[in-house]
Every structure is written in structure tokens, then in C-alpha cells.
């Protein structure tokens, strides 16, 4: 605590940040019949009222879903585009780059009505998920690159040259050598991408097929014609369960980057 | 054990030839050093024996058999890189498993191969440790270790000590090139260090631009180098001009001589290349052939201008009074100050006579 003022101001800036969500929490053990801090007694009875609602576990189970489809796809699709990207692009590197990231620059609002426009256009419609997961992959694309080329940027050439000089085929190559090493980036990207999927509203609210609904846009719709501490429930939910995500993935597969 | 022969070798890199058409021999068993400052061909010649590089002309043949098409899995050689490339997710013994696995060793074997090889690199205890938990001098015995282990045809190793500190360095050339009879494993060793490859090689193959200057014996090289490049970067050189003297030379001297005209008077000296009476030359004069005894004792005379004591030797600086410099060596048990008069003796077995450079 070398800089007092500093560490103060520092503290200051995270609890006016943070401490939104701790209201919500809060407010989600409310015993009363509104959306009120501080909470007019403890109670429990939001969360049984959610888990108990259909339309909420309904959309609760679709966003879980395209989560997941949206993760793995964006994780193998995001970890090839960075392979290319760093080992084999050459003077059109620059370009791959732009054209990996361009969701993250384009207005969401815009991507998401382009490809309404699209799925339509290609008969694909909305009456199935394909058009929603593709657009969740679309903006998840940039975060896994983005981890895996880093990670990639770090994998030293001599590491892939000795395990030839030792006998080992491109595929074993990549599964015992790459793949542990650059793994800590892959699994990063991957968080993000479940993390960015599970909370996104602009994409899902364009894309969703007819009668499906996510979580978001569920909360949204609950929010516009209710204000009971019930909300603040499904936000708590979904904090957890995000947190859930990170810290299983962080002690199943090692988010710890190896030191070299 | 393997023969390797490298045959009018040559790799383009658009239009520019990294290496022109390299020829080498290299007998079973043997150390040699391709050696050479940085861009001249070396690295990208070790990388094509290896099979990291694709030859664009010529042939490599191990044992006769041309390997130019086969990929560098399937070569069967032993790599040591610069920067160790140990596997870092790897522990040592995993390391040294891993090319054995490749081979589809039997785990006992394995197992005794692994401790057998890790003992010749005296790194008995260290099998369950991480690379990052070994100092520089251990990683590049492990990557010595996981090379020889799978018992390759040809072990390559590029510049192996260029990370480590100057003792350890020393210390290292000494254990690679012991390991290294003790296997008797045919090897090619690449580096910018002339003391590197003159301690360690059987032979040095001294490069420049992609090609070879001179190939022979440490002592070849550097008493007799084949042109003034060659003589400058194989050690300190002193650089004397002189002028061919007609005649033949008779007597011990011999033939293969010339007489030839310079500051220290009228020598006969070794030479690869015949020149012309009256041409002018240059003869080479290595600093620690170079006697320097007090002034007025016959020879040539100067001054000394500078001297650098480190150790084992004096390093000075001598201003001839004919106006050249010299750069003379000798043992720290003369006492000669700076600023002193000399007189500068040159046995004539000291002077080369270079050829032109190519």
C-alpha cells in the first residue's frame, strides 16, 4: 500500500462498478412482493417461483444449449482460423486478422440484421436454431482467435521441428504437442465464447426461432410487464451459473499457462 | 553407424542461393563443424540434412541411400537445438520417452534405454523434473539426451552452447565431443565459434555465401587457411605484404616454398597457390608465432602501443617502425611495457602464404 490515494480511488472505482450486482443478488432473497434494495426481509421463495416457472427453465435450457453448440463449434472453428493465421498465412496475415475480428467492430445490431436477412434469403428461416447458433459462433469467433493465436504467438517453431526429428507424424504432432501447449488459449477462448453466447441479447432477439426464447430476452420480456424481486432471481442464476462455468473448466482442464 | 554425402547441394530462397552447391564427405563416426558467420548457408544446410528444409539441387545420401524426399520423421536422426526445445509440458523422462513411443519401444526397454542415456549425461536423479525446473546446462543435456536415446543414424545439433554462459560453454564442448566418441554417432555441428569447432571437430567446413571456403582439420584451417577470409575468422590474423622472389628454393626448405620479400627480411614460405616472381602478396602471421624480444636484437623494429593483460597471455599491439601494426601474443613471463622499443622476430614456419580470395 505504497499510494494510498491511489489504492482508495482504485477500491472506489470496483465497488461503484461492482456493486450493482451485489444489489442484485441481494435483492433476488427478498421477501416482498417488489424489486427493492435493501430487502424487505429474507426469503428464498423467488428462486422456488423461478425454478418452478416454465417459460424461464424453458429459455434457461436454450441458452445452456446454443451456449454449448455455439462454444464448441466457435472453439474448433476460432482454433483452425488461428492455426492458419499464425503458421501458414504469410503476407495475407493482416487480412486474415481483420476478417477474424471484423464481429467484434461491426455494430452487433447490424450483423444480427444482416443475417436475418440472410437465413431467410438461403431458406434456412427462423423455425430452427441453425440461424441463432450461427450468429452466437459469428460473435464468439473473435474471442477464441484472439486467445488461441496469442497462445499460438508463444509456441515455439524448435518444439514442432523435435518432435519430427523424433518420429512423430503431423497428427501426433498436434495432438501431444501443440494441442497441451497451447491448450490454456484454446480452453480462454472457449470460456469467453460460452460466457459471451450465454449473456448476448442483440443476436438472439433477431435470430431466435418463432416461440423459442434465451434467458436475456426472456428477463426482458419478464421485466417489461413485472417487477418482482423474481428478475434479480434469474440474474443471480445466471451469474452462478457462468462462475460455475469458469471455475469447473479452470479445475477440469487447466486454465494455468505452462512457464517456460 | 552412418557415411553421409552431401552432393552439389543448393537451396533458393527466391531468387537467392543460400547454399551454392555445397559438396561434403562425411566418414562414419566422424565430428565435423560447419562453421561460418551468420547467413552464410550453415543453419539451412544443417535443416536439409535434417529434412526441414527442402534441398532445391543435389543430393543428401545416408549410407549411399539419397534421403532428399524423405520427411524429417522418418530421416532417423537426433536434433539438439539452440534454444534446447524440451518439450515444457513434458517431465525429462517423458521427453526422453517420447521419440522411443514414436518407435513403439517396449515400455522395460524404454525404461532401461531412458535411464541408460540419462546416466551418460549425468543426469541420473533429475528423471521426474520439468524443464523449467532444470538451469541451461541440464535442458541441453536433456536435449542431448532425448536425441541420442532414440539411437538416430546422424546426431545435428545447432548452435548447442549459444545460450550458455562462457564457462558452462567450455565445460560443454568438452562433454559433448567425449559423449560423442563414446557413441561413436556420426555428427554434424553447427556454429559461429571457431574455438568451438576447432576444440570439438574431427574436421571444420568453413562457409561463406552459401559456399565452402575450405574443409580440413582444425590445424589445417588455422595454420593453413585457404584464403584471407578463411585466415580472418579462424582466429587473429596479422596480415604482412611482401613480393615473390624468383628461384628455387632448395635445401630442407624443399619445394612447395616461395621465397618472398617483406618487413622481416626474406623467408620461405608454405603455400597451396603458386604465384608469379614479383607478384605482390599477403602472408598471414599468427600473434602467437610472433616473438618479442628488448630492442636492438636483430629483426624487425618497433614499439609497443598498447598491451592487454588476461591471464594466460599479454596481448600487444606493436607499431613497426616500417609503419605497419602487429598483433602479437606471447606468455605473461616476458615483461615488456608499453611504450618500450622491440625488436620483432618471425619464424619462418609462422608466415602462410594466402591465395586470392574467391
Known sequence: MKRPVLTLYCLLVYAFLL?????????????????????????????????????????????????????????????????????????????????????????????????????????????????????????????????????????????????????????????????????????????????????????????????????????????????????????????????????????????????? | MTEVSIERLTKTFGGARAVDGISIRIADGEFIS??????????????????????????????????????????????????????????????????????????????????????????????????????????????????????????LLDEPLANLDAKLREEMRVFIRDLQRRVGITTVYVTHDQAEAMTMSDRVVVMFGGRIAQIGAPSDIYERPENLEVAQFVGQVNLVKGTILGGTITGAAGPGKSRVASVFGEVAVDSRTDHAPGAAVTLSLRPEAIELKTASQGGAQGKVTARYYSGSIIDYRIALDSGETLHVQTFPNIRIAEGDRVSVHAPADGFWLLGAAK
Request: hydrophobic share 50%; aromatic share 10%.
Open chain 1, 19 to 260: 456493486a450493482p450486482i451485489l444489489v442484485v443478488v441481494g435483492a433476488s432473497f427478498n421477501a416482498g412482493n417488489f424489486l427493492t434494495f435493501p430487502p424487505q426481509g429474507l426469503s428464498l421463495r423467488w428462486y422456488v417461483t423461478f425454478f418452478h416457472n416454465d417459460v424461464f427453465m424453458r429459455a434457461i435450457r436454450t441458452s445452456l444449449w446454443v451456449a454449448a453448440m455455439a462454444t464448441v463449434i466457435s472453439g474448433t472453428i476460432g482454433t483452425m482460423a488461428a492455426l492458419y493465421y499464425v503458421q501458414h498465412a504469410g503476407r495475407w496475415k493482416e487480412a486474415v486478422r481483420i476478417a477474424m475480428l471484423a464481429p467484434l467492430l461491426l455494430p452487433e445490431v447490424l450483423t444480427a440484421i444482416a443475417l436475418l436477412f440472410f437465413v431467410y434469403a438461403v431458406g434456412i428461416g427462423t423455425t430452427t436454431m441453425i440461424g441463432m447458433v450461427a450468429g452466437h459462433v459469428l460473435i464468439t469467433l473473435p474471442f477464441v482467435f484472439i486467445n488461441v493465436s496469442a497462445s499460438l504467438e508463444s509456441f515455439d517453431p524448435s518444439w514442432d521441428m523435435a518432435a519430427r526429428s523424433l518420429g512423430a507424424d503431423r497428427l501426433t504432432r498436434f495432438r501431444r504437442i501443440m494441442l497441451p501447449l497451447i491448450k490454456p488459449g484454446v480452453i480462454g477462448g472457449a470460456l469467453f465464447a460460452f460466457i459471451i453466447s450465454f449473456d448476448t441479447f442483440t443476436i438472439s432477439f433477431m435470430l431466435k426461432g418463432i416461440g423459442t426464447s434465451t434467458l436475456p430476452i426472456q428477463l426482458f420480456d419478464y421485466l417489461r410487464t413485472n417487477f418482482t424481486p423474481e428478475a434479480a432471481a434469474v440474474s443471480t442464476v445466471s451469474i452462478v451459473l457462468t462462475l460455475v462455468v469458469v471455475i469447473v473448466s479452470e479445475k477440469v482442464l487447466g486454465l494455468r499457462i505452462h512457464r517456460f
Open chain 2, 34 to 155: 560447419l562453421l561460418g558467420p551468420s547467413g552464410c548457408g550453415k543453419t539451412t544446410t544443417l535443416k536439409m540434412i535434417a529434412g526441414f528444409e527442402e534441398a532445391s539441387e543435389g543430393a543428401i545420401r545416408f549410407d549411399g541411400k539419397d534421403v532428399v524426399n524423405v520427411p524429417a520423421e522418418k530421416r532417423d536422426i537426433g536434433m539438439v537445438f539452440q534454444n534446447y526445445a524440451l518439450f515444457p509440458h513434458m517431465t525429462v523422462v517423458q521427453n526422453l520417452a517420447f521419440g522411443l513411443e514414436m518407435r513403439k519401444i517396449a515400455k522395460p526397454e524404454m525404461l532401461s534405454r531412458i535411464a541408460e542415456v540419462l546416466d551418460m549425461v549425468q543426469l541420473g536423479g533429475y528423471s521426474d523434473r520439468y524443464p523449467n525446473q532444470l538451469s541451461g546446462g541440464q535442458q541441453q543435456r536433456v536435449a542431448l539426451a532425448r536425441a541420442l536415446v532414440i539411437e538416430p543414424k546422424i546426431l
